[in-house]
């Protein structure tokens, strides 16, 4: 699920592939830490025929970041109604939930850059994946790589 540079429990980017559709895919990827309290990354989302990118999208490392929502995902692999919503503080990237039968989670990302400027853009891609072992495993790689150093070279 995730890429590794030389430290092999530190991923250096993340993607999330569609069970559905593998062409479908979102990946987290150029991490960097600015300063203490928060992490900066690119956000890449790629349905077929189209490439979709965001850089600096920024996650504060405390309060609620997208690894607790998605090992809540994960925790509830047995379903729920309604749907789960995450975003950034800067709502460019955004991450919408919801359950499906035979035990899947139907993610959505919403990349949303520049929102405030004339001629923005906003576009989603979902990724089905299985609700317990598979969405587990991409909490834990976005944990690894929300809290590495830069460039995951520590």
């Not at 992490?39 to 790629?46: L, N, P, R, W």
């Not at 189209?50 to 994960?74: K, Q």
């Not at 993610?107 to 587990?136: F, K, N």
């Amino acid at each position: 699920m995730s890429s590794h540079d030389t430290d092999l429990d530190t991923p250096t980017t993340v993607t999330a592939r569609c069970r559905n559709n593998r062409s479908v895919s979102m990946r987290l990827c150029d991490p960097s830490r600015p300063d203490e309290g928060r992490v900066q990354y690119a956000v890449e989302a790629s349905p077929p025929g189209l490439a979709m990118r965001v850089d600096e999208v920024v996650t504060w490392t405390r309060g609620a970041d997208l690894a607790p929502f998605l090992e809540g995902l994960a925790a509830d692999y047995r379903g729920w109604n309604g749907q789960r919503i995450w975003q950034t503080n800067d709502r460019d990237l955004t991450v919408s939930a919801v359950f499906r039968s035979g035990g899947h989670v139907g993610p959505a990302w919403t990349l949303r850059p520049w929102r405030s400027a004339a001629g923005g853009w906003e576009a989603s891609v979902t990724t089905r994946l299985d609700g317990g072992e598979r969405t587990s495993a991409l909490a834990v790689d976005v944990r690894r790589f929300l809290t590495q150093q830069d460039g995951g070279r520590g």
